[in-house]
Nanobody, 116 residues
């Protein structure tokens, strides 16, 4: 299973960007996909998740600014971020939760840097 994240970069505070996570190399059905992030000196924190049924969950700190979506046909999850804040700067990691798998599978991460 391979997850390829893209869309990270340097963005001004107040700006927007969209992260993508394309999954491939599996035959099981997807249960859910999501994003965590890790800022310097901090632990991984859940950002958002979405099930194939469309059930979404967000961390309180990002509600109203982050939108997660999934294209089931492309096995790709997206994380759209509006009104970026300096505290959103982190490495964003995508994961996929497959039916029957013991644990989720993680991507390598994509860096989001926010300039103030």
């Amino acid at each position: 299973v391979q997850l390829v994240e893209s869309g990270g970069g340097l963005v001004q505070a107040g700006g927007s960007l969209t992260l993508s996570c394309a999954a491939s190399g599996f035959s099981s059905e997807i249960n859910a996909m999501g994003w965590y992030r890790r800022a310097p000196g901090e632990q991984h924190k859940m950002v958002a998740s979405i099930s194939t049924g469309g059930i979404r969950d967000y961390a309180d700190s990002v509600k109203g600014r982050f939108t997660i979506s999934m294209d089931n046909a492309k096995n790709t999850a997206y994380l759209h971020i509006d009104s970026l804040k300096p505290e959103d700067a982190a490495v964003y990691y995508c994961y996929i939760d497959l039916f029957g798998a013991d644990r989720p599978i993680w991507g390598r991460g994509t860096q989001v840097t926010v300039s103030s």
